[in-house]
């Protein structure tokens, strides 16, 4: 079992950065990939950034790629999004989830367990 709590949003100008802080529990937390991912209103849930077990492969929708960067610190089980150069259409609910699988990564449904969700609103 992991629970995820996330931190670190709130409401920043274009052009702004954010980090976004993902807290895991259990001692199991180096055993599983992190994603992002965001919702807007009325949208589906959207892939944003993933990251495997051991912090060596990275992947990015392309709408952030260049922009954001996903990173973890296992010792502190604790899974980072850095956001820069945000745009008023970044501004969602942001969740991290844990899977235990690496195939997929962009499909919400692969994922076991799921954070509550930070808002981050960038107005232009």
């Known amino acids: 079992q992991v629970q995820l709590v996330e931190s670190g949003g709130g409401l920043v100008q274009a052009g702004g950065s954010l980090r976004l802080s993902c807290a895991a529990s259990g001692r199991t937390f180096s055993s599983y990939a992190m994603g992002w991912f965001r919702q807007a209103p009325g949208k589906e849930r959207e892939f944003v950034a993933y990251?495997?077990?051991?912090?060596?492969?990275?992947y990015y929708a392309d709408s952030v790629k260049g922009r954001f960067t996903i990173s973890r610190d296992n010792a502190k089980n604790t899974v980072y999004l850095r956001m820069n150069s945000l745009k008023p259409e970044d501004t969602a609910v942001y969740y991290c989830?844990?899977?235990?699988?690496?195939?997929?990564?962009?499909?919400?449904?692969?994922?076991?367990?799921w954070g509550q969700g930070t808002q981050v609103t960038v107005s232009s």
């Open positions: 990251i495997m077990w051991s912090g060596g492969n990275t």
């Open positions: 989830a844990a899977t235990t699988g690496s195939s997929y990564y962009y499909t919400p449904s692969r994922y076991n367990y």
